[in-house]
């Protein structure tokens, strides 16, 4: 719904970021300040509160209703894709047309009418005018069958987008990967925040979101503004997402040096077979990893929203941010799934991790996601871009 309020694509563009921004401004409240409570105030206290910032978001919601763009439901798009393969497939012996006049258009007296593109030119089939289809007065005689260009088209441009999703779900490994087993190395190192005050192992997660905040800050007041001032070509959703791999690899790999770094110090001290040992070695050595994952998503989220709702067909742009919650989903049970099979097959992640090789699971996860970085770029470079928008208005294909 936000993103059809505006547009431009620059504005678009800041909406992403400041989506993102405002996501991990409420994590950040949410898994410090009301854990706060709840541990030191009550129970009560933590619920009541998440009840009062609800009904005060929902209450400022229905104040701004009246300011809202809203458009008019249309359908679910799902049905017509699916048609299109039906009829694809139905219609597959017939011989395809090179006159645009012989494929149904969207719009029935179209002035310009379009040839299918050649791409999975199989689909094109979907579209063909065939004898029978329609009514004498020109209706089609089953509406839901009924597939014109412009179906087939949307239909091709998800295929398209399939390579580039499946490297979205390896991309956010690291993420998942730093925020569950980080904290366990956080358990077993000194967390002193002066004298007498202690850091909970669970609140370094927090640096990473602090890190992206600032980092989109940084992106949509000084980088992008500074960028566009010397007249430089605008950065794509692919570009800012590749800059996201490249900061995720960086963490990964500062990751395992600092875990060899740690299990250096066990050796040291004798403290592989000591069930609870604290290793004399500072939280903060896990500061610049979590920074550098706060930055990669601060690169990456809002280039995937942004990227998705550019190429998606126009009666699916609100499923695309749906989408990219999906992968994030995905990847939560792929992370979970890498970290059962370390567990199971191998002896690097015991539950006492001192006598472990976390190191060798960190390289593991860097080289994996390398991999899935090459496999980006090989994706990304075949991708041609469906249309691309400046903020005067003008549309190219890419």
């Known amino acids: 719904m936000g993103a059809h309020q505006f547009d431009q694509p620059k504005e678009r563009g800041i909406f992403f970021n400041w989506y993102a921004l405002v996501m991990d401004v409420c994590v950040i409240v949410s898994s410090t300040g009301i854990v706060y409570v709840i541990n030191n105030v009550s129970w009560a206290w933590g619920f009541g509160i998440t009840a009062i910032t609800n009904i005060?978001?929902?209450?400022?919601?229905f104040v701004g209703t009246g300011f809202f763009r809203e458009l008019k439901p249309q359908g679910s798009p799902f049905p017509g894709l699916a048609s299109v393969i039906?009829?694809?497939?139905?219609?597959?012996?017939?011989l395809l047309s090179q006159d645009p006049i012989d494929y149904y258009q969207h719009h029935e007296n179209?002035?310009?009418?379009?040839?299918?593109?050649k791409f999975f030119r199989f689909l094109n089939h979907a579209a063909l005018k065939i004898e029978g289809d329609t009514e004498q007065n020109g209706s089609p005689k089953k509406s839901w069958q009924f597939c014109t260009v412009k179906k087939v088209e949307d239909l091709k441009s998800l295929i398209k987008l399939i390579p580039l999703w499946t490297?979205?779900?390896?991309?956010?490994?690291?993420y998942i990967i730093?925020?569950?087993l980080g904290i366990l190395q956080a358990l077993t190192m000194d967390r002193h925040l002066g004298h007498n005050a202690h850091i909970a192992a669970a609140s370094v997660v927090a640096v990473l979101l602090v890190s992206g905040c600032i980092t989109i800050l940084f992106i949509d007041r000084i980088l992008f503004p500074m960028w566009n001032k010397f007249g430089?070509?605008?950065?794509t959703p692919l570009q800012r997402i590749c800059i996201g791999h490249c900061f995720y690899i960086l963490s990964m790999a500062i990751s395992a040096f600092v875990e060899a770094k740690r299990l250096k110090i066990v050796r040291i001290h004798n403290l592989r077979h000591e069930d609870n040992a604290l290793v004399p070695m500072s939280i903060y050595w896990l500061v610049p990893s979590y920074a550098l994952v706060g930055i990669a998503e601060a690169f990456n989220f809002p280039g995937q929203v942004e990227f998705y709702y550019r190429e998606f067909p126009q009666d699916?742009?609100?499923t695309s941010s749906a989408i990219v919650s999906l992968f994030y989903g995905i990847t939560c049970y792929v992370g979970n799934a890498l970290i059962d099979v370390f567990r199971r097959s191998t002896d690097w992640l015991p539950d006492n991790i001192n006598n472990g090789r976390l190191d060798i699971v960190y390289w593991l996860i860097t080289v994996l996601v390398g991999i899935n970085f090459c496999y980006f770029l090989l994706c990304a470079s075949l991708y041609k871009y469906k249309t691309i928008e400046d903020d005067d208005g003008f549309v190219s294909s890419s």
């Open 110 to 117: 179209e002035t310009n009418p379009t040839l299918p593109s």
């Open 178 to 180: 730093q925020t569950s």
């Open 86 to 94: 039906i009829r694809a497939i139905k219609n597959r012996g017939t």
């Open 232 to 235: 430089l070509q605008p950065i």
């Open 56 to 61: 005060f978001a929902l209450l400022l919601f």
């Open 316 to 318: 699916m742009k609100n």
């Open 167 to 174: 490297s979205a779900i390896l991309v956010c490994i690291p």
